[in-house]
Nanobody, 124 residues
Framework: VQLQASGGGSVQPGGSLRLSCKAS????????MEWHRQAPGKQRELVAA???????NYADSVKGRFTISRDNAKNMVYLQMNSLKPEDTAVYYC???????????????????WGQGTLVTVSS
């Protein structure tokens, strides 16, 4: 399973961006999906998570400003970011827990895939 993130860019404080992340592969299903971010000089942190049934969780720093959602039919997860602040500047990564059929092993495997990251810069 591979993840491709997109939607990052530069925005002024108070602005909005929408990140997207698409999972691709063959014979797989996705369970939990998450967005993480890593600011310069800081550790990667969890921003938001969404389970397969749509249950969501957010970091306190983004509650009320960010919204995570998913489209199971398209194997996509989104992060709508509003009221952006300079401290939201970071590389944002998506991940997904998956089950997939490994044809070489003839068995079901589970794993976590990460996207490549997309840069969000909030600056005036």
């Amino acid at each position: 399973v591979q993840l491709q993130a997109s939607g990052g860019g530069s925005v002024q404080p108070g602005g909005s961006l929408r990140l997207s992340c698409k999972a691709s592969g063959s014979r797989f299903s996705i369970n939990d999906m998450e967005w993480h971010r890593q600011a310069p000089g800081k550790q990667r942190e969890l921003v938001a998570a969404i389970s397969s049934d749509g249950t969501t969780n957010y970091a306190d720093s983004v509650k009320g400003r960010f919204t995570i959602s998913r489209d199971n039919a398209k194997n996509m997860v989104y992060l709508q970011m509003n009221s952006l602040k300079p401290e939201d500047t970071a590389v944002y990564y998506c991940n997904a827990d998956y089950k997939a059929f490994d044809s070489s092993l003839s068995t079901l495997v589970v794993g976590r895939a990460w996207g490549q990251g997309t840069l969000v810069t909030v600056s005036s």
